[in-house]
Nanobody, 121 residues
Framework: QVQLVESGGGLVQPGGSLRLSCAVS????????MGWYRQAPGKQRELVAD???????NYADSVKGRFAISRDIAKNTVYLQMNSLKPEDTARYYC???????????????WGQGTQVTVAS
């Protein structure tokens, strides 16, 4: 079982920035995909961004050009840099890791506890 520890959430004003971190308990080079998801009250959890083995990235249309996912292999950590934040970005953000393609395709994988991001003036 992969352990994930997220950090970096908080309260920020519209237009501000935050960087989320997700520390992974194993060598991330052995992991197929790592991603960030979010869930706002009353809404379904949605993909924000993920990074697939080899470095290919995917982003939700709503965050393209504002958010960037990256990873530090030496630290076994995946990041989500969030710029130009909007009130509609308010949600609980979760880190997810899929060890294999099968996990990724089936939705199985390891989830973190989540970190709250609130964008308000």
């Amino acid at each position: 079982q992969v352990q994930l520890v997220e950090s970096g959430g908080g309260l920020v004003q519209p237009g501000g920035s935050l960087r989320l971190s997700c520390a992974v308990s194993r060598n991330i080079l052995t992991i197929y995909a790592m991603g960030w998801y979010r869930q706002a009250p009353g809404k379904q959890r949605e993909l924000v961004a993920d990074i697939i083995t080899g470095g290919r990235t995917n982003y939700a249309d709503s965050v393209k050009g504002r958010f960037a996912i990256s990873r530090d292999i030496a630290k076994n950590t995946v990041y989500l840099q969030m710029n130009s934040l909007k009130p509609e970005d308010t949600a609980r953000y979760y880190c997810k890791v899929d060890r294999t393609y099968t996990d990724y395709a089936s939705g199985l994988g390891s989830w973190g506890q989540g970190t709250q991001v609130t964008v308000a003036s």
